[in-house]
């Protein structure tokens, strides 16, 4: 066992886990002022958040090894709720500096079809100063 988890399970490429790295940069950010019941391990819940975030899975689709998916979503929405992920994602983005680069990639952009602002369609429309002197279709 490595840390409450089964072996094969940790090292299954297949879910993700937080480093011991990783999980030591967070774990000063979370919070400490739990009342009532102790928080179950915070490294299994966050990995198991993660991966459902990082796959675009649903919570429930959630593998097993992260313990309830229940657990998952309330710790999700509860810390959101917070502002526990903003004041981390934050402190992690604002320790490193500001970026040398920043980059944008623009082809995954992708416009509506009415942003043109045209009406559309391949149908051939009089223009405005041919269409005066013709007599209307409809008296409505």
């Given at each position: 066992?490595?840390?409450?988890?089964?072996?094969?399970?940790?090292?299954?490429?297949?879910?993700?886990?937080?480093?011991?790295?990783?999980?030591?940069?967070?774990?000063?950010?979370?919070?400490?002022?739990t009342?009532?019941?102790?928080?179950?391990?915070?490294?299994?819940?966050?990995?198991?958040?993660?991966?459902?975030?990082?796959?675009?899975?649903?919570?429930?689709?959630?593998?097993?090894?992260?313990?309830?998916?229940?657990?998952?979503?309330?710790r999700?929405?509860?810390?959101?709720?917070?502002?526990?992920?903003?004041?981390?994602?934050?402190?992690?983005?604002?320790?490193?500096?500001?970026?040398?680069?920043?980059?944008i990639?623009?082809?995954?952009?992708?416009?509506?079809?009415?942003?043109?602002?045209?009406?559309?369609?391949?149908?051939?429309?009089?223009?405005?100063?041919?269409?005066?002197?013709?007599?209307?279709?409809?008296?409505?």
């Amino acid at each position: 066992m490595i840390h409450g988890f089964r072996e094969d399970a940790v090292m299954n490429r297949d879910y993700f886990w937080l480093t011991d790295a990783q999980f030591a940069r967070i774990r000063p950010h979370l919070p400490t002022d739990t009342r009532g019941k102790p928080r179950v391990d915070d490294r299994r819940v966050i990995s198991g958040i993660v991966h459902v975030l990082k796959s675009g899975g649903r919570w429930v689709d959630a593998p097993a090894v992260y313990g309830p998916r229940k657990t998952l979503y309330n710790r999700y929405v509860r810390w959101a709720a917070k502002g526990i992920w903003r004041n981390l994602f934050h402190a992690l983005a604002s320790a490193g500096g500001a970026p040398e680069q920043v980059l944008i990639d623009s082809s995954a952009v992708k416009a509506h079809r009415s942003a043109a602002g045209g009406k559309g369609g391949s149908r051939r429309r009089p223009s405005a100063a041919r269409a005066v002197g013709v007599r209307p279709k409809s008296t409505h």
